[in-house]
Each structure stands twice: as C-alpha cells, then as structure tokens.
C-alpha cells in the first residue's frame, strides 16, 4: 500500500528565514510520482511540482526549491526567504502508475505560518 | 477560462437529508475525483471516475454516491447514511496519462443544521 508521511503538523516562522518542508513516502511499485500542492486560506489545491520516480534531479524554481532522494524515500521542499504570502497548507502526494493507478494519497499537510 | 467549478460554495444539511454537490469541469479531463477534508486533515478519497459512465470507490465510500454520465460533471450525493457529514468537500480532475497533477475546485463546505 503507498503511504506518504508529512511529519511536520505546523511550523511558524518569522519573514526571510527558509523552511524545508519534509515528505516521506511508501510504495511498491516502481514507477511513480511525487506532487506538491499549496492550499491558501481560500481552499483550492494549487499544483507546484511533480517528480517521476526516474528522474532524482533536484529542481528549482525561484524562491523554491525541492530535494528527491529515492533512498532515504523523501521529496523534501525547501522555500528560501519566507514571505508572508507562502502561509498555507502544503501537501505531498504519491501517485503510482500500476498498483493504484488513477489514484493519489496524500500527506497529511503541514501547516506554514510566516510571520512579519 | 478553463477549470473546475463546484457548487455551491457552502451547503447546510437537516437530519435524514440527502444533499447533492456539484462539480463540473471544462478541461477536458478524463479522470474526476471527490476528496473530503476534515479540520487539520489531509484529503481522503470517496469515489473516483477515470472515464465516462464508470466509477469506483475510494478509502471512505460509505454513506456517499456518485454518477458519470458525462465528462465534465461528477456530482455527489452526500446521504442520510453518512453521520458526520461536515467537512470541507473538494473535486479534483486529472488529464489522461501517467503522472499528471490533479486540478482542484475551491470546495464545499457542508455543515449539518
């Protein structure tokens, strides 16, 4: 079964200061894929990022960035001089291409809170 | 603009009610979804269509239903059966092909009266 873990329930930090965000996943099958999403207070899931289960390039993308390591199982993401705008609830996701194919599991998320 | 509408946006339920929400896309996607989100929860998975007409449920199925009769809609019917209801409701599609992010409506919010 695919599991994807968010250990971190909240972090609060203050404007400027990076935070990397942590994603630990489970999954038998191997060819998959790893997501990001925001959700703002508003509630819609943004999309930010997708890794496939072959491609261990780290990516960067302006002020984010995010680390994928098949042997330790992690996609963390990291966001360099917080703003008051990246507040919201981060989720990681697993989807598989055979075993559950259509389908994703979610993290828990983790709540970010940067403060002025 | 395309994307994915759900409606409406907050919806109360009586005792013994059955109440519907909506969600349609205009993306042209052939994969829908229905997510329910409880406070301080990730996104559990109710049911899911990868095409028309076809459906299956996901992890938390009972008490709800779901049809696909076209492409872009994928209602769901949130029944008497279901006992706690509230929580924030969220429809998703996803283009054909593997790996493809999934595209979010801005939810329902369901509240029992």
């Known amino acids: 079964a695919q599991k994807v873990t968010q250990a971190q329930t909240e972090i609060s930090v203050v404007e400027k200061e990076d935070v990397t965000l942590d994603c630990v996943y489970e999954?038998?099958?191997?060819?998959?894929?790893l997501f990001w999403y925001k959700q703002p207070p508003s509630g819609e899931l943004v999309f930010l990022i997708r890794?496939?289960?072959?491609?261990?390039q780290n990516e960067i993308s302006g002020r984010y960035s995010w680390n994928f390591q098949k042997s330790t199982s992690s996609f963390n993401f990291t966001i360099t001089a917080s703003q008051v705008v990246d507040s919201a609830v981060y989720f990681c996701?697993?989807?598989?291409?055979?075993?559950?194919?259509?389908?994703?599991?979610f993290g828990d998320g983790t709540t970010l809170t940067v403060k002025p | 603009d395309g994307g994915i509408t759900q409606s409406p946006k907050y919806l109360f339920r009586k005792e013994g009610q059955n109440v519907t929400l909506s969600c349609e896309q205009n993306?042209?996607?052939?994969?829908m979804y229905w997510y329910r989100q409880d406070p301080g929860q990730g996104l559990r998975l109710i049911y899911y269509?990868?095409?028309?007409?076809?459906?299956q449920k996901g992890d938390i199925a009972e008490g709800y239903s779901v049809s696909r009769e076209k492409k872009e809609s994928f209602p769901l019917t949130v029944t008497s059966a279901q006992k706690n209801p509230t929580a924030f409701y969220l429809c998703?599609?996803?283009?054909?092909?593997?790996?493809?992010?999934?595209?979010f409506g801005d939810g329902t919010r369901l509240s029992i009266l």
């Open positions: 890794r496939n289960s072959f491609d261990e």
């Open positions: 998703a599609s996803r283009d054909r092909g593997g790996g493809q992010p999934q595209h």
């Open positions: 996701a697993l989807s598989e291409a055979y075993a559950n194919a259509g389908k994703s599991t």
């Open positions: 269509s990868q095409i028309v007409n076809d459906f």
């Open positions: 999954t038998r099958d191997t060819t998959y894929y």
């Open positions: 993306l042209n996607h052939d994969a």
